[in-house]
């Protein structure tokens, strides 16, 4: 019966579980549409109270009631927070900070991928700048309400692409050349590497980490692919996932008892999954642990 549940595991990403998650508090970015909001969807069902912090106010306020209605769950909340902007991140956290008595999981969710050549409000490049530095900063802002909190947890939602891209410690705004697919990679493996520091540096608090590949999900992601890719999109689709199935690994990471005892690793498929040696490289993942405090002008130690 078990190979079973592994074998749809593997196929659809599928897992039940009835952990339920009264008395918590969770934090989603990007949650007001694809894998965020099924992933808000599910948390809800399981009694948390539920933070979505969203750049669009009215689209995140559809998804607010919509949730609310399903799940009956009526402490969802919508907080505003725009990733490519570190003032809107700073505001955000400060009202985190300031109204919230704890934190038990955050869920560094939103992307973008593949967009054009821009800059966040700091001047970074946008995919390097919201997949990975604005988390990252957001992260630093609110590690103090989780170590409170812990046992807690933060999920990080990095993808297969990381093996597009690598990180270019002397082009990180890809100032040089850009390539966006590449630049994609790039942000999602940072997103592992910085898995497995924060993962070392919070060992012992009670704070865990890990870092998800959600599967090939059909979401508004892919908005920016050229024809080309899209083409191959429409080839893979019948082999892709549902937003509810793009979202279990995430919510098997938020919930599952025995992830209580790991941190820093990589899962896909609700299970513990391999990755490049490039996203295992303790190195790099440092190298661009300093990086990333001095581009933010932070001091994590
Ligand atoms: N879909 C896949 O096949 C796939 C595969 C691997 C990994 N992933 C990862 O899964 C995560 C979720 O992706 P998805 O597929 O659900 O994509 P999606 O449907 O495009 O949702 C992305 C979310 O991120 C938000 N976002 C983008 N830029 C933001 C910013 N500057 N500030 C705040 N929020 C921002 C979006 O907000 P708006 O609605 O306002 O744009 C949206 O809520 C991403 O990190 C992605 O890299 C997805």
């Known amino acids: 019966m078990a190979n079973i549940y592994t074998l749809r595991a593997f196929l659809f990403g599928e897992w039940s579980s009835d952990v339920r998650l009264d008395g918590k508090t969770v934090i989603i970015t990007g949650a007001n549409t694809g894998i965020g909001k099924e992933t808000t969807r599910d948390l809800a069902k399981r009694?948390?109270?539920?933070?979505?912090?969203?750049?669009?106010?009215?689209?995140?306020?559809?998804?607010?009631?919509?949730?609310?209605?399903?799940?009956?769950?009526?402490?969802?909340?919508?907080?505003?927070?725009?990733l490519s902007d570190t003032k809107s991140i700073r505001e955000f956290a400060e009202i985190i900070n300031n109204e919230e008595?704890?934190?038990?999981?955050?869920?560094?969710?939103?992307?973008?991928?593949?967009?054009?050549?821009?800059?966040?409000?700091?001047?970074?490049?946008?995919?390097?700048?919201?997949?990975?530095?604005?988390?990252?900063?957001?992260?630093?802002?609110?590690?103090?309400?989780?170590?409170?909190?812990a046992p807690s947890r933060i999920i990080l939602l990095s993808s297969m692409a990381h093996s597009w891209g690598t990180i270019k410690l002397d082009d990180i705004n890809s100032e040089k050349s850009y390539h966006s697919r590449r630049v994609y990679g790039q942000s999602k493996l940072a997103n592992i590497l910085c898995t497995r520091s924060l993962g070392r540096r919070l060992k012992d608090t009670g704070?865990?980490?890990?870092?998800?590949?959600?599967?090939?999900?059909?979401?508004?992601?892919?908005?920016?692919?050229?024809?080309?890719?899209?083409?191959?999109?429409k080839v893979v689709r019948p082999f892709t996932k549902t937003t509810v199935q793009g979202a279990q690994t995430t919510v098997y990471c938020a919930v599952e008892p025995s992830l209580q005892s790991e941190t820093g690793g990589y899962y896909s498929n609700c299970g513990l999954s391999s990755c490049t040696r490039a996203a295992r490289d303790d190195e790099m993942a440092e190298k661009l642990w300093e990086l990333s405090c001095q581009m933010l002008g932070i001091s994590w130690d």
């Open 47 to 82: 009694g948390a109270r539920i933070i979505m912090a969203c750049r669009d106010i009215p689209k995140a306020e559809v998804t607010q009631r919509e949730i609310i209605e399903d799940s009956g769950n009526q402490n969802i909340v919508i907080r505003k927070l725009d």
């Open 101 to 149: 008595k704890q934190l038990h999981i955050l869920i560094n969710n939103a992307g973008v991928m593949m967009c054009p050549y821009s800059k966040t409000a700091d001047g970074f490049e946008m995919q390097i700048g919201v997949n990975h530095l604005g988390h990252f900063l957001l992260t630093f802002l609110l590690i103090d309400l989780l170590k409170k909190s």
């Open 207 to 233: 704070v865990t980490v890990y870092a998800v590949h959600p599967g090939i999900v059909r979401t508004e992601l892919k908005r920016h692919m050229n024809l080309g890719l899209l083409f191959l999109w």
